[in-house]
Nanobody
Framework: QVQLVESGGGLVQAGDSLRLSCVAS????????MAWFRQAPGKEREFVVGISGSGNGGRTSYVNSVKGRFTISRDNAKNTVYLQMNNLKPEDTAVYYC?????????????????WGQGTQVTVSS
């Protein structure tokens, strides 16, 4: 059974940086897309960033609000995907979830992801 475990969340001030990690166990995942979603209180879960599987060249896709500030990367040898978040803003406050894609292609639709982590809280104070 595949398990995803996120870490790296915390409480920071606006302008600070955080790096989230997501370790996958139970199978290799280099051929699957990986993504980070987030859910703020009272809001729906939203796509933040995704990276395609090796077969699709590891292409990345970002929601406009984080372009230039967030960077996703993956280390297939370690079955780990990272989210580097710079210049954090209060509106980035949310629970961040790692997700394993059904295919190698990234998608903004949560239905195209078959496994989710438990989430890690990111809180950005102004």
């Amino acid at each position: 059974q595949v398990q995803l475990v996120e870490s790296g969340g915390g409480l920071v001030q606006a302008g600070d940086s955080l790096r989230l990690s997501c370790v996958a166990s139970g199978r290799t995942f280099n051929n699957n897309a990986m993504a980070w979603f987030r859910q703020a209180p009272g809001k729906e879960r939203e796509f933040v960033v995704g990276i395609s599987g090796s077969g699709n060249g590891g292409r990345t896709s970002y929601v406009n609000s984080v372009k230039g500030r967030f960077t996703i990367s993956r280390d297939n040898a370690k079955n780990t995907v990272y989210l580097q978040m710079n210049n954090l803003k209060p509106e980035d406050t949310a629970v961040y979830y790692c997700a394993l894609g059904v295919t190698a292609s990234t998608s903004t639709d949560s239905n195209n992801y078959m496994q989710w982590g438990q989430g890690t809280q990111v809180t950005v104070s102004s």
